[in-house]
C-alpha cells in the first residue's frame, strides 16, 4: 500500500473509532456504498450543510432556499432526460461476474501503468478514452480495453462482455395495491426539484432575474462501482444551487460562480494548491459548459463540486412535458432595442457539491498525525482533526482539573455561560493531557481548564488545538475568543 493509500485508510478507521462514521447496517454486516454518521459526524455534518447554506443564502440577497420532496412525479424524470440517459456504460467480466464502470477500470489501469513510471502512455489511453466516451462508441472502447490486455482484478482474467449502459435510478411503487401503483424514482439530483418550483418560487418571493435557488437534501444513485469509502455512495446528499439568467448571459455567470464557488472552499483555510479545476469533454444531456472542482484527496485529484452551464433545457422541458409555461417577464430596457427584455425561459448555472464528498475532503484536509518533541527530548505523538473552528463538531471543551474543591461547579457555569451560543462538551475523567488529546481526535479547537487559581482570579487555561500553546485568560473573555474563531 502506498503512503496515501495508508492515510486514507487511517482515515477511514479513525472516522470509524472516533463516532463520525459508521458502515449503515453493520450489525447484518453492512450495506454496500451505504454510511451512517455518528455523533461527532453528524455535527460536522451539520456544520459544513450550514456554513454552505449562509454563504449561498443570508449571503446572497438574490438567492433564497426551498425543501422539495425527494418523491416527484415521474415525468420529471422523464422531461428532464434521466429516464433516458441516465446511465453509465458499464462492463463485466465473465469469469468473476463483475461489473466495472468503463471510464474506472480504464482509469484503474492507467494509475497503475503511471505508478511505473510510463506516464506519456497513461495520458494516451486517457485522451483516446474520453474521445471514444464522448462520441458513445462503445466498441472502441472494448476494444481499447483488449488492445492494453486490461484485466479483471478478481480473475485476473480478460474475459469482457460488451460494453452496456446501466440507468442508475432507484425505483419504487407509490399506491396501496400493485396493479395500482405507480413506478416512482428515488430522486438522483436535487436540481430537478427546484426546475419544478421555479414559478413558485419566482412569484411568491417576487424575485428579479438574476436569482437563485438553493437546495440540500438526500440523493440516490444506484451507483454499480462503490468504493472508496464515502467518496461514492448510494444514498447521499447534495448542495445545489440553480442560478437563474438571461439568454446569452451564461458564459460571464459560468465564470462568476466557477471562481466564488473555489473562493468559498478556500474560505475554509484549505490550501489552494489541493484545487484544481477539471473541464468536462464529454458534456452531460443538458450542459453546454460543465467543469469539476477537484480536490486532492489521498485518493488522487477527484471531484467535490460540479459548475454546470445548463441553458433553458429543463425548464423548457418541463414546460413541454406540463404544457405549463415556464416564463419569466423581464421588465427591464434592452439597451439595444430601447424595450423591455419581455418574455423568455431563463438560462441556467448550477453550483452542485456533494455534502458527503465535502465531508470527505474536510476530514483528508483535517487527518494528521504528529510526531512531538518534549523538553527532555523524548518522543511522543498525537493525532489531530485540524477542523476549521467554523465547522468543528465541538467547539469548545471544559475540564475542570479534579472533581472536587468546588471546581467542576465553576466548570459547569461556563458551560451554561457558552453552550446556547456554540457547541461544548464537559469532561471531568483522567488526566488533563488524555482530555486534551481525546479532543484533539474529534478537532475541538479549543479546551479550558479550571483548576484551583481560577478559584482566586477567575482565570482559566485556554489550550490551542492546532499549536498545543496554553494562555491563562479571565473566564469572562472564553466565549468572546470563540465566537471571534467562528463568526
Ligand atoms: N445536479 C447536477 C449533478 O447532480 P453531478 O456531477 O452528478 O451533478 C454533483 O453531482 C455532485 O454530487 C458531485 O460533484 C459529487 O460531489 C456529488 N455526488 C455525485 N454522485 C455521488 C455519489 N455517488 N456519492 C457521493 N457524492 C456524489
Partial sequence: MSIQENRFQAIISHAKEYGFVFQSSEIYDGLSAVYDYGPFGSELKKNIRDYWWKSMTQLNGNIVGIDAAIFMHPTTWKASGHVDNFSDPMIDNRDSQKRYRVDHLIEGYTESLKETGQEAKAEDILGLMDSLIAKDDFAGLKKLIEDNKIICAVSGTANWTDIRQFNLMFSTQIGSLSEEADTIYLRPETAQGIFVNFLNVQKTARMKIPFGIAQTGKAFRNEIVARQFIFRMREFEQMEMQFFIRPGTQKEWYEYWKEA?????????????????????????????????????????????????????DLSQHQLYS???????????????????????????????????????????????????????????????????????????????????????????????????????????????????????????????????????????????????????????????VLNSIC
Fill in 323 to 481: 404544457k405549463k409555461k415556464m416564463q419569466y417577464f423581464d421588465a427591464e430596457i434592452d439597451e439595444k432595442t430601447g424595450k423591455p427584455f419581455g418574455n423568455y425561459i431563463p438560462y441556467v448555472i448550477e453550483t452542485s457539491i456533494g455534502l458527503d464528498r465535502m465531508f470527505l475532503l474536510i476530514l483528508s484536509h483535517a487527518y494528521d498525525e504528529e510526531i512531538l518533541i518534549k523538553d527532555d527530548g523524548s518522543k511522543d505523538s498525537r493525532v489531530v482533526l485540524h477542523i476549521p473552528p467554523v465547522i468543528a463538531p465541538i467547539k469548545l471543551a471544559v475540564f475542570p482539573l479534579t472533581k472536587k474543591d468546588g471546581l467542576p461547579e465553576v466548570a459547569r457555569a461556563i458551560m451554561d455561560e457558552c453552550k446556547p451560543h456554540f457547541r461544548c462538551f464537559y469532561e471531568e475523567k483522567d488526566a488533563i493531557g488524555k482530555r486534551y488529546r481525546r479532543q484533539d481526535a474529534i478537532g475541538t479547537p479549543f479546551c479550558v481548564t479550571v483548576d484551583h487559581q481560577t478559584l482566586e482570579d477567575q482565570t482559566v487555561t485556554i489550550r490551542f488545538r492546532d499549536t498545543m500553546l496554553q494562555e491563562r485568560i479571565p473566564v469572562k473573555e472564553i466565549k468572546k475568543i
Fill in 261 to 313: 464557488r473555489l473562493k468559498w472552499h478556500l474560505s475554509l483555510g484549505i490550501p489552494a494548491e489541493k484545487y484544481r479545476y477539471h473541464n468536462h469533454v464529454k458534456l452531460a444531456h443538458y450542459a453546454d459548459a460543465a467543469l469539476d472542482i477537484e480536490y486532492e484527496f489521498p485518493i488522487g485529484f477527484k471531484e467535490v463540486e460540479g459548475i454546470h452551464s445548463r441553458t433553458d433545457f
